[in-house]
Protein backbone atom coordinates (compact mmCIF):
# COMPACT_ATOMS: atom_id res chain seq x y z
CA UNK A 1 0.00 0.00 0.00
CA UNK A 2 2.75 2.46 0.65
CA UNK A 3 4.05 1.85 -3.02
CA UNK A 4 0.97 3.83 -3.92
CA UNK A 5 1.09 6.90 -1.34
CA UNK A 6 3.41 9.48 -3.45
CA UNK A 7 0.80 8.47 -6.38
CA UNK A 8 -2.15 9.66 -5.11
CA UNK A 9 -0.51 12.75 -4.07
CA UNK A 10 0.55 13.00 -7.89
CA UNK A 11 -3.19 12.73 -8.60
CA UNK A 12 -3.99 15.05 -6.09
CA UNK A 13 -1.53 17.22 -8.13
CA UNK A 14 -4.11 16.62 -10.90
CA UNK A 15 -7.17 16.71 -9.16
CA UNK A 16 -6.03 20.51 -7.89
CA UNK A 17 -5.11 21.20 -11.79
CA UNK A 18 -8.66 20.19 -13.06
CA UNK A 19 -10.07 22.31 -10.32
CA UNK A 20 -7.64 24.90 -11.44
CA UNK A 21 -9.42 24.69 -15.28
CA UNK A 22 -12.75 24.86 -13.94
CA UNK A 23 -12.39 27.43 -11.80
CA UNK A 24 -10.86 29.97 -15.23
CA UNK A 25 -13.43 28.60 -17.34
CA UNK A 26 -15.99 30.32 -14.92
CA UNK A 27 -14.33 33.17 -14.81
CA UNK A 28 -15.27 36.60 -17.26
CA UNK A 29 -14.63 40.07 -17.38
CA UNK A 30 -16.47 42.84 -15.11
CA UNK A 31 -16.49 46.08 -16.14
CA UNK A 32 -16.59 49.52 -14.10
CA UNK A 33 -17.17 53.00 -14.24
CA UNK A 34 -14.70 55.30 -12.03
CA UNK A 35 -15.87 59.04 -11.63
CA UNK A 36 -13.46 60.04 -13.79
CA UNK A 37 -15.43 58.13 -16.76
CA UNK A 38 -12.29 55.81 -17.09
CA UNK A 39 -13.22 52.13 -17.26
CA UNK A 40 -12.07 49.42 -15.05
CA UNK A 41 -11.89 45.75 -16.02
CA UNK A 42 -11.87 43.74 -13.08
CA UNK A 43 -11.57 39.72 -12.65
CA UNK A 44 -14.26 37.65 -11.02
CA UNK A 45 -13.62 35.70 -7.78
CA UNK A 46 -12.79 32.26 -9.77
CA UNK A 47 -9.83 33.34 -11.61
CA UNK A 48 -8.52 33.93 -8.39
CA UNK A 49 -9.65 29.89 -7.14
CA UNK A 50 -7.35 28.79 -10.35
CA UNK A 51 -4.55 30.70 -8.74
CA UNK A 52 -5.00 28.66 -5.37
CA UNK A 53 -5.88 25.36 -6.99
CA UNK A 54 -1.97 25.93 -8.96
CA UNK A 55 -0.60 26.83 -5.76
CA UNK A 56 -2.04 23.42 -3.83
CA UNK A 57 -1.15 21.38 -7.28
CA UNK A 58 2.68 22.63 -6.55
CA UNK A 59 2.44 21.58 -3.10
CA UNK A 60 1.49 18.13 -4.02
CA UNK A 61 4.48 18.23 -6.61
CA UNK A 62 6.97 19.01 -4.00
CA UNK A 63 5.55 16.18 -1.80
CA UNK A 64 4.73 13.25 -3.74
CA UNK A 65 8.47 13.17 -4.50
CA UNK A 66 9.48 13.66 -1.06
CA UNK A 67 6.75 10.63 -0.06
CA UNK A 68 8.62 8.61 -2.75
CA UNK A 69 12.15 9.52 -0.66
CA UNK A 70 11.05 9.08 2.25
CA UNK A 71 9.26 5.71 1.77
CA UNK A 72 12.08 4.87 -0.67
CA UNK A 73 9.55 3.56 -2.95
CA UNK A 74 10.42 5.67 -6.49
CA UNK A 75 9.19 4.45 -9.48
CA UNK A 76 8.92 4.73 -13.51
CA UNK A 77 5.40 4.52 -13.35
CA UNK A 78 5.12 7.55 -10.53
CA UNK A 79 7.61 9.52 -12.67
CA UNK A 80 5.43 8.73 -15.96
CA UNK A 81 2.22 9.83 -13.69
CA UNK A 82 3.66 12.60 -12.36
CA UNK A 83 4.84 13.98 -15.88
CA UNK A 84 0.81 13.82 -16.87
CA UNK A 85 -0.09 15.62 -14.18
CA UNK A 86 2.34 18.35 -13.98
CA UNK A 87 1.42 19.22 -17.68
CA UNK A 88 -2.21 19.46 -16.57
CA UNK A 89 -1.76 21.65 -13.52
CA UNK A 90 1.38 23.35 -14.91
CA UNK A 91 0.74 23.73 -18.47
CA UNK A 92 -3.26 23.59 -19.48
CA UNK A 93 -4.01 25.17 -16.22
CA UNK A 94 -2.04 28.01 -16.37
CA UNK A 95 -2.86 28.66 -19.81
CA UNK A 96 -6.64 29.16 -19.05
CA UNK A 97 -5.59 31.90 -16.82
CA UNK A 98 -3.34 33.45 -19.67
CA UNK A 99 -6.42 32.67 -22.09
CA UNK A 100 -8.74 34.89 -19.65
CA UNK A 101 -6.08 37.65 -19.40
CA UNK A 102 -6.09 37.49 -23.71
CA UNK A 103 -10.02 38.29 -23.25
CA UNK A 104 -9.62 40.88 -20.90
CA UNK A 105 -7.46 42.65 -22.68
CA UNK A 106 -9.57 43.73 -25.59
CA UNK A 107 -12.88 43.78 -22.96
CA UNK A 108 -12.46 47.50 -23.10
CA UNK A 109 -11.93 47.25 -26.83
CA UNK A 110 -14.99 49.11 -29.18
CA UNK A 111 -14.94 46.01 -31.55
CA UNK A 112 -14.46 43.46 -28.82
CA UNK A 113 -17.30 41.66 -30.22
CA UNK A 114 -15.68 41.22 -33.61
CA UNK A 115 -12.62 39.25 -32.37
CA UNK A 116 -12.39 35.89 -33.57
CA UNK A 117 -10.71 33.32 -31.08
CA UNK A 118 -7.91 33.03 -33.64
CA UNK A 119 -5.86 35.66 -31.44
CA UNK A 120 -6.26 33.32 -27.37
CA UNK A 121 -4.66 30.27 -29.72
CA UNK A 122 -0.81 31.20 -28.92
CA UNK A 123 -1.93 30.58 -25.04
CA UNK A 124 -1.81 26.71 -25.43
CA UNK A 125 1.83 26.82 -26.62
CA UNK A 126 2.42 26.69 -23.31
CA UNK A 127 1.23 23.48 -22.06
CA UNK A 128 2.88 22.58 -25.51
CA UNK A 129 6.42 23.67 -24.55
CA UNK A 130 6.14 22.42 -21.11
CA UNK A 131 4.47 18.80 -22.68
CA UNK A 132 7.67 18.37 -24.81
CA UNK A 133 10.11 19.33 -21.65
CA UNK A 134 8.66 16.88 -19.66
CA UNK A 135 9.06 14.21 -22.65
CA UNK A 136 12.88 15.09 -22.63
CA UNK A 137 13.18 15.24 -19.32
CA UNK A 138 11.69 11.60 -18.85
CA UNK A 139 14.45 10.18 -21.15
CA UNK A 140 17.31 12.57 -20.10
CA UNK A 141 19.86 10.64 -17.95
CA UNK A 142 21.76 13.58 -17.19
CA UNK A 143 19.07 15.68 -15.15
CA UNK A 144 19.79 13.94 -12.20
CA UNK A 145 21.15 16.98 -9.89
CA UNK A 146 20.07 19.72 -12.12
CA UNK A 147 17.52 20.62 -14.64
CA UNK A 148 17.97 21.32 -18.15
CA UNK A 149 15.44 24.27 -18.46
CA UNK A 150 12.85 26.06 -16.29
CA UNK A 151 11.25 23.09 -14.52
CA UNK A 152 6.99 23.47 -15.70
CA UNK A 153 5.73 23.75 -12.07
CA UNK A 154 7.65 27.23 -12.14
CA UNK A 155 6.21 28.37 -14.93
CA UNK A 156 3.01 27.08 -13.69
CA UNK A 157 3.33 29.29 -9.88
CA UNK A 158 4.55 32.03 -12.30
CA UNK A 159 1.15 32.65 -14.09
CA UNK A 160 -0.88 32.05 -11.38
CA UNK A 161 0.66 34.87 -9.51
CA UNK A 162 -0.64 37.27 -12.18
CA UNK A 163 -4.53 37.32 -11.22
CA UNK A 164 -3.24 38.29 -7.94
CA UNK A 165 -0.85 40.95 -9.03
CA UNK A 166 -3.86 42.09 -10.94
CA UNK A 167 -5.70 42.50 -7.81
CA UNK A 168 -3.84 43.85 -5.86
CA UNK A 169 -2.79 46.62 -8.58
CA UNK A 170 -6.42 47.52 -9.46
CA UNK A 171 -4.38 50.49 -10.90
CA UNK A 172 -1.78 52.16 -12.11
CA UNK A 173 1.28 50.67 -14.56
CA UNK A 174 1.17 46.72 -13.56
CA UNK A 175 -3.07 46.25 -14.69
CA UNK A 176 -2.29 48.19 -17.22
CA UNK A 177 0.70 46.08 -18.20
CA UNK A 178 -1.37 42.77 -17.75
CA UNK A 179 -4.11 43.84 -19.44
CA UNK A 180 -1.55 44.43 -22.94
CA UNK A 181 -2.14 41.55 -25.32
CA UNK A 182 1.22 42.29 -26.23
CA UNK A 183 2.79 41.46 -22.51
CA UNK A 184 0.97 38.36 -23.00
CA UNK A 185 2.56 37.56 -26.42
CA UNK A 186 6.04 38.06 -25.38
CA UNK A 187 5.32 36.74 -21.60
CA UNK A 188 4.24 32.93 -23.70
CA UNK A 189 7.27 33.29 -26.09
CA UNK A 190 9.46 33.58 -23.29
CA UNK A 191 8.33 31.16 -20.59
CA UNK A 192 7.72 28.51 -23.56
CA UNK A 193 11.72 29.06 -24.05
CA UNK A 194 12.50 29.04 -20.85
CA UNK A 195 11.08 25.61 -20.64
CA UNK A 196 12.93 24.04 -23.73
CA UNK A 197 16.07 25.71 -23.35
CA UNK A 198 19.01 23.07 -22.49
CA UNK A 199 20.48 25.96 -20.21
CA UNK A 200 21.30 23.78 -16.76
CA UNK A 201 19.06 25.20 -14.10
CA UNK A 202 19.53 24.99 -10.49
CA UNK A 203 17.81 22.03 -8.38
CA UNK A 204 17.17 21.47 -4.79
CA UNK A 205 17.86 17.91 -5.21
CA UNK A 206 21.67 18.37 -6.44
CA UNK A 207 22.57 20.96 -3.53
CA UNK A 208 23.58 18.33 -1.48
CA UNK A 209 27.34 18.15 -3.32
CA UNK A 210 27.02 21.83 -4.78
CA UNK A 211 27.70 23.59 -1.45
CA UNK A 212 28.72 27.05 -3.46
CA UNK A 213 25.15 27.27 -4.51
CA UNK A 214 23.97 27.47 -0.93
CA UNK A 215 24.38 31.57 -0.46
CA UNK A 216 22.87 32.22 -3.65
CA UNK A 217 19.88 30.15 -3.08
CA UNK A 218 19.99 32.07 -0.05
CA UNK A 219 19.50 35.36 -1.58
CA UNK A 220 16.94 34.77 -3.57
CA UNK A 221 15.07 32.92 -0.93
CA UNK A 222 15.99 36.37 1.11
CA UNK A 223 14.95 38.03 -1.99
CA UNK A 224 11.46 36.52 -2.07
CA UNK A 225 10.75 37.15 1.40
CA UNK A 226 12.00 40.89 1.26
CA UNK A 227 9.64 41.22 -1.99
CA UNK A 228 6.80 39.45 -0.14
CA UNK A 229 6.68 42.40 2.75
CA UNK A 230 6.92 45.23 -0.03
CA UNK A 231 5.51 44.04 -2.69
CA UNK A 232 3.51 41.28 -1.86
CA UNK A 233 2.59 38.93 -4.57
CA UNK A 234 5.24 40.20 -7.17
CA UNK A 235 7.95 38.54 -4.90
CA UNK A 236 6.73 35.89 -7.06
CA UNK A 237 8.20 36.99 -10.55
CA UNK A 238 10.98 38.79 -8.14
CA UNK A 239 11.78 34.95 -6.98
CA UNK A 240 11.73 34.01 -10.77
CA UNK A 241 13.96 36.38 -11.98
CA UNK A 242 16.49 35.81 -8.88
CA UNK A 243 16.35 31.92 -9.65
CA UNK A 244 16.75 32.50 -13.54
CA UNK A 245 19.98 34.83 -12.92
CA UNK A 246 21.35 32.74 -10.26
CA UNK A 247 21.08 29.67 -12.39
CA UNK A 248 22.95 30.96 -15.66
CA UNK A 249 25.39 32.90 -13.83
CA UNK A 250 26.30 29.32 -11.54
CA UNK A 251 25.52 27.15 -14.91
CA UNK A 252 28.94 25.92 -15.14
CA UNK A 253 29.24 25.12 -11.26
CA UNK A 254 25.71 23.25 -11.60
CA UNK A 255 26.47 20.68 -14.20
CA UNK A 256 29.98 19.83 -11.90
Known amino acids: ?49 A ?12 FDGFAARLLKVSSDMGKQLDSLADVISFGVAPAFIVVQFL ?38 KEQTTYFKGV ?29 SPVFWYVYILLVSFLMVMKTPMLALKGLGNKKKLILPLI ?3 LEILV ?15 GYCLVSLFYKKTITQ
Not at 51 to 62: H, R
Not at 154 to 161: R, S, V
Open 51 to 62: SLYIGLAGLMDF
Open 227 to 241: SAVFFKWLAIPFGFI
Open 103 to 140: RLSVANDVNALSHNSFWILPAFIIPMAGAYRLARFNID
Open 1 to 49: MKKQIPNLITLLNLFFGCMAIMSAFQAGAMASIEETGDMIIEIPEPIFY
Open 151 to 179: PIPMIGILTAAFPLIYWQAQSGIFSKLIL
Open 219 to 221: LVV
